[in-house]
């Protein structure tokens, strides 16, 4: 028997990878992985397979770049690898 906490972000994923991506998806996604607050402090939105990440402060903008390789990942885990391939932080 697998814990809940295992088997509830495989079944997310899994829905996610079977719909279209969509503003909405996006939003989700990128919240889920982010949590609240750094989703509050930036604008995201997806340029073909490239994610723009707009920080609303310098702050922001230098938690983005720092976390930029762990958030990749794991919305790379949630939406699958060739959703989005780069994410870039816009100053």
Partial sequence: ????AH???RAIAALLR???MSPGKLEFAWKTVVGP???RGTFVRL???RLLVDPRTAAWAK???RSRHIILNRLQS???SDVITEL???V
């Avoid at 028997?1 to 809940?4: D, I, S, Y």
């Fill in 78 to 80: 949630l939406l699958g």
């Fill in 18 to 20: 079977a719909t279209p």
């Fill in 47 to 49: 340029d073909g397979q």
């Fill in 37 to 39: 607050a750094m989703d």
């Fill in 1 to 4: 028997m697998e814990p809940l």
């Fill in 7 to 9: 088997t509830i972000p």
């Fill in 63 to 65: 938690e983005v770049t």
């Fill in 88 to 90: 870039i932080v816009r």
